[in-house]
């Protein structure tokens, strides 16, 4: 059962850190040599809605099965709310790993409503071409940066197995 438990996490952090290196590597320098920024756009928007829902369900699933994790490692309510657990090496790097996932999760949420004020035709209508520009770069940047801390997290989460 734990090792079902790992292997589900592991898979949906392939999945969910793999997406954001296809954007930024692949689909990024594609897209920018489109050149009608239009076109672009609607790539950026087709991709973004297709991919939506598998990466919600990804962070999802790596929030339930780190949880799972714990369970199967005996690492109960008890524990989790006890600070000396804390000040042990795995409590410390859990610490640190589920600080780091809680501002994933603060950062997805930005991304999403600044996505979704591009996506949306009511909201686009009225957004000026400095709306527009603000919003993609604000998008692409709070993309980067969640790539950032997803790649920090995997190290994290390594810590967590095998110590160190
Ligand atoms: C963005 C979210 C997350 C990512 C990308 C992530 C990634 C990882 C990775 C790559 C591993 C190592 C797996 C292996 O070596 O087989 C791992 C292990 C682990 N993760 Fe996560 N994780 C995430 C969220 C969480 C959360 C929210 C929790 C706790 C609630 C958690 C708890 C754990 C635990 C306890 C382990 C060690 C399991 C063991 O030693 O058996 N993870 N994680």
Redesign the pocket.
Known sequence: M?LAI?YV??VA?MF??GEMLVLALIVTPVAARLGDPAKRAALYQMIGRQSRPWMLGA?GL??LT??G??W??G?GWAQLTSTAFYVTPFGRV?AW??AF?AL?VAVTLVHDVAMRRLGSRADAAALTPEDRLRYRTLGSWVGRLNLLL?LI??YL??R???GG
Do not use: D, E
Request: charged share 5%; no cysteine.
């Open positions: 734990a790992l996490h592991l952090a969910w850190v962070l790596l929030i780190g949880a994790n714990l199967a490692m690492i859990l790993k589920l996932v994933i997803g997290v995997v989460g390594l967590l197995v095998f």
